[in-house]
């Protein structure tokens, strides 16, 4: 099958499981996944860290030479009804003087790869990117990053960071967030006229130098979201905005974070949330001894939010996927559930040199 066909044709409903079936079966997946589940599950399910077949058993890394030849992470992944889909950044290797962090390079684009399973992945395009930096002038003309995408009423929205070029005060790239759509996974048409659906807050607010990786569920007849916010005198934390169409968005809670995963000071970022009609769940992450820890929160209302699993790492410290000093997990995408499991897959660093940005995947059994 040529999976470029539009996949509302391309597909039926077919017994892949309940949530594997669902966009066949004409359901929305941009509410999040609909077999029958509580959050009371996701709070007491086990993490299990899934094998990869690379290094640290990593699903996704860098590959050939290109323009994902030094860093592929910040996975977004969605299912189909026919495969899972998953859209991450790539960038290249550093050029001779450049000293720049990895991710931080210049020109980073999104790729598409696809999996009957979740775990082995094969990069489609022919291997190139399928969503590049913008025009020149525009609020995206330095890179793209941290996308999230949805299918919705059979057409995928991706929100995105886009990068110009400028920086704060201590050397930290802008980053505002974008939107574009797609009928096939593949080609896509910026929303908003290539503006940003939402641009950083004034100097001296919380989202003052970047708004970007963002989690987004569909609720009612609108959408919400949360974002990662950063600023010199701020540093990391999230924020919630809703909007009526994905485009016009509106900061809530006074355009202050949301209470109760920064209040004693620590910084946050990497949200990914589900609901099953009553709560909220987050997986989000935090600094722990030098490096990102995943951690977890449940909230009645998406803005007060509460620790959950005894606020102990999703994964215990000594557990999965990096080395001594080295990022645990960071950026989790969004979740996806099957009957007993919700499947996860995030960032996180090697700990062999270079210590490359890689993509793991994880597991709540319950």
Request: aromatic letters at 10%.
């Amino acid at each position: 099958m040529n999976w470029r066909t539009p996949f509302r044709e391309a597909i039926g409903c077919v017994g892949l499981g309940a949530i594997l079936a669902l966009a066949a079966c004409g359901r929305d997946t941009a509410t999040g996944p609909q077999p029958t589940f509580s959050i009371a599950d996701l709070e007491t399910a086990t993490a299990v860290p899934i094998q990869g077949p690379l290094a640290e058993g990593a699903v996704l890394g860098p590959s050939g030479g290109g323009w994902m030849g030094a860093f592929a992470a910040m996975p977004s992944v969605v299912h189909d009804g026919s495969r899972y889909l998953m859209y991450f950044v790539g960038n290249r290797a550093p050029k001779e003087g450049e000293t720049v962090y990895g991710p931080y390079l210049k020109g980073s684009r999104i790729g598409l790869a696809s999996s009957p399973d979740g775990v082995r992945w094969t990069i489609e395009n022919d291997g190139e990117a399928v969503f590049e930096p913008g025009p020149p002038g525009a609020f995206d003309q330095n890179g793209v990053s941290h996308p999230h995408v949805v299918l919705h009423e059979g057409r995928f929205w991706m929100w995105y960071g886009g990068i110009d070029g400028t920086q704060g005060s201590n050397s930290v790239r802008t980053e505002r967030l974008g939107l574009a759509h797609s009928d096939d996974g593949f080609n896509w048409t910026r929303a908003n006229d290539g503006r940003p659906v939402l641009t950083t807050g004034d100097a001296d607010a919380f989202d003052g130098l970047q708004v970007t990786g963002a989690a987004v569920l569909r609720r009612g007849d609108g959408w919400m979201m949360w974002y990662g916010a950063y600023s010199p005198e701020h540093d990391h934390t999230l924020m919630a905005a809703a909007s009526s169409d994905g485009v016009d968005w509106t900061r809530l809670n006074g355009a202050q974070p949301v209470r109760g995963l920064s209040d004693a000071g620590a910084q946050v970022l990497g949200p990914s949330v589900i609901h099953d009609g009553d709560r909220y769940l987050m997986f989000y992450s935090r600094p722990v001894e030098g490096r990102w820890v995943m951690f977890a929160a449940t909230s009645s209302d998406g803005i007060d939010w509460r620790p959950s699993r005894a606020d102990a790492p999703v994964f215990p410290l000594d557990q999965g996927s990096s080395g001594v000093g080295q990022n645990h997990s960071v950026h989790p995408s969004q979740f996806l559930v099957e009957p007993g499991i919700a499947r996860f897959w995030y960032q996180a660093e090697s700990g062999f040199e270079p210590s490359p940005q890689l993509v793991f995947h994880g597991q709540l059994v319950w």
